[in-house]
């Protein structure tokens, strides 16, 4: 059975860094392109990065570019989610997704709240104090 599974939230302050970890469980994940989104108490979910299948192609919200890096270790069935500078506007909570058909470079460009993804996790909080 597929499933993804967050860690790694936490409370932090501004200028801190945190990483988070998607575990994957099933084997569909390591064809799958993967993504981070985050929603925020009150907002919409919104697209944060994405990555490929093998990890050679990744994308991000303007938000966090230069912020945040995303990776995927397919021998550990992982996503990772590296978030520095981390600053109060990323106080959110935070969810994994994977989908066998949405390309990683499309993903930021579909429309919320599913943006077309089959597979997510059920979130791992995030907030940053300043």
């Known amino acids: 059975q597929e499933q993804l599974v967050e860690s790694g939230g936490g409370s932090v302050q501004t200028g801190d860094s945190l990483r988070l970890s998607c575990g994957a469980s099933?084997?569909?994940?390591?064809?799958?392109?993967m993504g981070w989104f985050r929603q925020a108490p009150g907002e919409e979910r919104e697209f944060v990065a994405s990555?490929?299948?093998?990890?050679?192609?990744?994308y991000y919200a303007d938000s966090v570019k230069d912020r945040f890096t995303i990776s995927r270790d397919n021998a550990k069935n992982t996503m990772y989610l590296q978030m520095n500078s981390l600053k109060p506007e990323d106080t959110a909570v935070y969810y994994c997704a994977a989908d066998l058909i949405v390309t990683a470079k499309a993903m930021g460009a579909m429309s919320a709240p599913n943006f077309g993804m089959e597979y997510w996790g059920k979130g791992t909080l995030v907030t940053v104090s300043s």
């Open positions: 099933g084997s569909t994940f390591s064809t799958a392109a």
């Open positions: 990555i490929n299948w093998s990890g050679s192609s990744t």
